[in-house]
């Protein structure tokens, strides 16, 4: 099969979630494309916009609905703010899936905690809701969330949704302060302190800003969190997502095809570093 | 090298065996002279081959010489190795049709011609088993990549002659082709020794009722070969890689090449392993089709490290460092074996000659 063969999908539904950023539902056009597509929770697609370019975007629906794929872009830049752009019935292309995800199994039966920063999350989104289709099978859910400012706090309306499942926190915090926000006013690992955790049954999944990340991984590790339960969703620019194209190395690793979801005790020597 | 059941081909039969590949309906390539350098070029006979030359390569230099005026092969390597033939420098990958009914997709990779490559030295060799392990016997096999490589046909010569920049022996990958050619010639005093490696290399061979070799002749081959070996001055110390490249991260000699790298690429574009590409949109301007064509890029690029509002390697000391350390230590990793083969050419052909060798050394240095 060639890795780089382009598959025609529509548009059929497109989602306003805040100002920028929306959720597309794609459909292949192919019956055969669409029956033999399969993926597991926190891998991504190569989306393609003609005459504009490809970006990688993590698909966000449940992997056990894999005829609906849903995505959720973020306006930053060139390719993005076409798609941006695009409507219900409008055509895309989509290559995939590719690379690993979270570690949605190992994480069965464990306290699971997420720890995210930044402008929105949504790689990290698909696997918190696929966890809560399935909340009997996980253990406590604690979601942390730091942003910057108030106003990037993006889906408030999706962390009170959160907030209401059966033994599950969600604490957010934010660098400064804002006349509406009566959470935390500080940075996420802050919010480490208020929780209870029991280190030896967690698993921990971050997706953000690498230093964040970074400094997460470092907290919960002296916390007790062993580095082998620590995942971290990584970023690099990527141009083929099959580990082809070099863009996406880190130390040893391909970001698309090694991760993008990545073991801490595997990564931590190659962060905060630039090969 | 010498294990191999080899003949004698005398100087004027050298054109018998370029025909007897042509006849098999290959497009000879061979390194001819143009601007001022050798460069793979179509060739019918034996004539247009470079006779006579030499060239004389040092950090930031390369030029053609008067050499031996009946050897052909005196031009060790050019600035282009097997890779622009397999990895193309420019690859359609998908053609984009956008109809009212949507967009189709068309990502047939195209025949490509039965060609012969004479002339392929050990180095080249080695670095095009090392693009195969990348492009096709990886997770994700590249369809462009092997089309072109199965149309290959390859007529190696043992080199007899290094240039200061060359340090394969060094590197375990040469001055003698061990495997992964069709044919290989050693060029001597009077004529060729010439052997198979492959059922089409031994079907031409048959094909021209040429003696075996005797001893003398082998012997004088086994000589120039380990002559050329025992002639490279330089070498990198592999013993300690990959972790020493890795540790050496934080070292301040990156600052020191970085005043001197003019971050140009051209040690990435000539390298015969380098891998790096981006994927270009070009639609046309009308619009209604468009390409995605694939470019050879490298880590020498702002593009390449650069994700939104953020670049991973914003200045020459972070990519000239990204370079040395995936070509010798990630580069283990990932496949298995170093990154680089020791043909020289990312020292030959740096604008300001710097020397991957010596900054090996002044890295890997213990106490800095
Ligand atoms: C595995 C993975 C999953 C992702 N999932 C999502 C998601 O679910 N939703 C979302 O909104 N964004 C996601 N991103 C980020 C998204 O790919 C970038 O925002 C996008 O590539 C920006 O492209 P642009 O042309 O609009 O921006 P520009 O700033 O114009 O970028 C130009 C080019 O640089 C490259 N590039 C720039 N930023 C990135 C980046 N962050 N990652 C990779 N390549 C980049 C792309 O080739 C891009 O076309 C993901 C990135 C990765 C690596
Ligand atoms: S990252 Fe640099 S050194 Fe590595 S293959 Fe790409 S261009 Fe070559
Ligand atoms: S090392 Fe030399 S060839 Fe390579 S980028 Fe720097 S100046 Fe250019
Ligand atoms: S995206 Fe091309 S190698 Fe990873």
Known sequence: ?275 | MTDRCAFKLPRDRFDDLLQAIRQRNYLLLAPVERDGSVMWGEIEGSRELAWGKADSQAPGSYRLEAGHPERCFEVTHGPQSLKSLTFSPRQKLVHVRCGDDGLTFDSEAAESKPTAVIGVRACDLAALKMQERIFIEGEYADPYFKARREKLLLVAVNCTRAQPTCFCASMGTGPAAESGFDLVLTELEEGFLVAAGSRTGEEIIASLNLDAAGEPEQEEARQAVEACAASQTRSINTEQLPQAMYAAHDHPHWDDIASRCLSCANCTMVCPTCFCHAVEEVPTLSRDESERIRVWDSCFTPEHGYIHGKNMRPATRERYRMWLTHKLAAWIDQFGSSGCVGCGRCITWCPVGIDLTAEVAALLEKDA
């Open chain 1, 1 to 275: 099969m060639n890795p780089y063969a382009i598959h025609a999908a529509r548009i059929a539904e497109k989602i306003q979630e805040a100002p920028g950023i929306y959720t597309f539902r794609l459909l292949f056009e192919d019956e055969a494309v669409a029956s033999a597509f399969a993926f597991a929770g926190g891998q991504f697609n190569m989306l393609y916009v003609a005459g504009v370019g490809e970006i990688p975007i993590s698909i966000v629906s449940d992997p056990d609905r894999a005829r609906e794929l849903d995505h959720t872009i973020r306006v930053v830049g060139r390719v993005s703010e076409v798609m941006g752009n695009l409507q219900e019935g409008d055509t895309l292309g989509i290559r995939g899936p590719f690379g690993h995800g979270w570690p949605l199994d190992e994480a069965r039966g464990r306290d699971v905690l997420v720890v995210t920063g930044g402008l929105g999350c949504a790689p990290v989104a698909g696997a918190i809701e696929y966890i809560f289709r399935r909340r009997e099978q996980y253990g406590s859910v604690k979601i942390m969330h730091g942003v910057k400012k108030p106003r990037d706090l993006l889906f408030r309306e999706r962390f009170d949704a959160w907030r209401q499942h059966p033994d599950t926190e969600v604490l957010l915090a934010s660098d400064v302060a804002g006349r509406t926000w009566h959470y935390h006013i500080g940075v996420v690992t802050e919010l480490f302190d208020e929780v209870e955790m029991e280190p030896e049954r967690s698993i921990v999944m971050m997706c953000g800003p690498e230093v964040m990340m970074r400094l997460a991984a470092e907290h919960m590790g002296r916390r007790g969190v062993p580095r082998e339960r620590m995942y971290l969703s990584m970023e690099r620019n990527m141009q083929c997502g099959i580990g082809l194209c070099g863009h996406c190395q880190i130390g040893p690793y391909f970001a698309c095809k090694d991760g993008p979801v990545m073991r801490y005790d595997r990564i931590a020597p190659f962060l905060g570093r630039d090969v």
